[in-house]
């Protein structure tokens, strides 16, 4: 079973920071790409960024400048880096890959279960 588990998320005042951590783990074959996505209520999931096995990034504009993602691959782990945070980035944030199983090794999507981010203003 391939399971990703978030953390670092809470509660901070604006123009904070915080750092989200996902650690995916089971029976990794590979991870083609890893991401950070953020919904807030009443709104779609939306994309922040995400970082390919290679090391390119994309980032929503809205977080441009203030969010770094970046990855260990040999920890199968992805980070979010979040400075400048406002009260508009207050979401729960999930983690989600792009990864192939040992078996059945076919490529798929997984997510985490979400951890809160609380900015005040």
């Known amino acids: 079973q391939v399971q990703l588990v978030e953390s670092g998320g809470g509660l901070v005042q604006a123009g904070g920071s915080l750092r989200l951590s996902c650690a995916a783990s089971?029976?990794?074959?590979?991870?083609?790409?890893m991401g950070w996505y953020r919904q807030a209520p009443g709104n779609e999931r939306e994309l922040v960024a995400t970082i390919q096995s290679g090391g390119s990034t994309n980032y929503a504009d809205s977080v441009k400048g203030r969010f770094t993602i970046s990855r260990d691959n040999a920890k199968n782990t992805v980070y979010l880096q979040m400075n400048s945070l406002k009260p508009e980035d207050t979401a729960i944030y999930y983690c989600k890959a792009i990864l192939t199983p040992t078996w059945p090794r076919y490529t798929a999507q997984y997510w985490g279960q979400g951890t809160q981010v609380t900015v005040s203003s």
């Open positions: 089971g029976n990794i074959f590979s991870i083609t790409a």
